[in-house]
């Protein structure tokens, strides 16, 4: 197989089997992007109008709150509450004198750097895995070899193979994936049923098999392992 740059980390998240992989791609991502952020990136003039402008949401800067080193989040709090001070402010002259804050309130609330690095990079991610799974026979094996494929990006995944698969590939994709999911869930379900069991006194003694964890895997599995 031939990589190239954009592959790399598809193939990387593909090489394990315990996780779903575009979870693992998922969390590379981020992982990067916060790295960067709290790292070379952040006195970048272009990027610090951006963050100025975009905030963060509640979840990534708990993430770069968690960095050991916090002088670089704190010097991009400095430049965003600056800018924040001028652009809140209510008063107007003429009409609401709140408008113009609540708009940009609004704007704040449903913006994020980080959110927005990753919406942009990820879907090509999963993108490249459906060109992968149709053009090499060695990515394809790695394809059927996974575990499982978490609901939210199973999703995504057979969206992506519509827009970007062939007519002959496309529904080999979705039948492949169809295979690795239907066969997690329904050893999820034979998990989950036997946890369920052992709090009948008739299966007390019976093993445990692998079941004990079932309950947090099937979170995982409906809802995805991100971050």
């Known amino acids: 197989m031939q990589e190239k740059?954009?592959?790399?980390?598809?193939?990387?998240?593909?090489?394990?089997?315990?996780?779903?992989?575009?979870?693992?791609?998922?969390?590379?991502?981020?992982?990067?992007?916060?790295?960067?952020i709290t790292?070379?990136?952040?006195?970048?003039?272009?990027i610090?109008?951006?963050?100025?402008?975009?905030?963060?949401?509640?979840?990534h800067?708990?993430?770069m709150f968690a960095k050991p080193q916090r002088l670089p989040l704190?010097?991009?709090l400095q430049t965003h509450l600056d800018v924040l001070r001028k652009e809140v402010r209510t008063g107007a002259l003429l009409g609401d004198p709140a408008a113009k804050a609540v708009k940009r309130l609004e704007k704040l609330e449903n913006d994020c750097y980080v959110c927005q690095r990753i919406e942009r990079h990820f879907p090509r991610m999963i993108e490249t895995a459906c060109s992968l799974f149709e053009n090499e026979r060695e990515f394809r094996e790695k394809f059927l070899s996974q575990k499982y494929f978490c609901l939210p990006h199973y999703k995504l995944?057979?969206?992506?193979?519509?827009?970007?698969?062939?007519?002959?590939?496309y529904?080999?994709?979705?039948?492949?994936?169809?295979?690795?999911v239907r066969a997690y869930m329904d050893s999820l379900y034979d998990d989950?049923?036997?946890?369920?069991?052992?709090f009948d006194y008739n299966y007390r003694d019976a093993p445990w098999g692998n079941a004990r964890d079932s309950v947090e895997r099937t979170i995982k599995f409906l809802t995805s392992d991100k971050g």
């Open 5 to 36: 740059i954009y592959t790399i980390p598809v193939n990387e998240a593909f090489e394990q089997t315990d996780d779903c992989p575009f979870c693992v791609m998922y969390n590379k991502l981020e992982s990067n992007e916060i790295d960067l």
């Open 39 to 46: 790292g070379a990136s952040m006195m970048e003039p272009d």
């Open 48 to 59: 610090r109008i951006k963050t100025n402008e975009l905030g963060f949401c509640r979840e």
């Open 61 to 63: 800067f708990a993430k």
């Open 74 to 76: 704190a010097l991009t």
């Open 157 to 169: 995944l057979l969206e992506a193979a519509k827009r970007t698969c062939s007519k002959k590939a």
């Open 171 to 180: 529904p080999e994709l979705v039948k492949a994936a169809d295979a690795v």
């Open 192 to 198: 989950v049923s036997l946890f369920c069991k052992k």
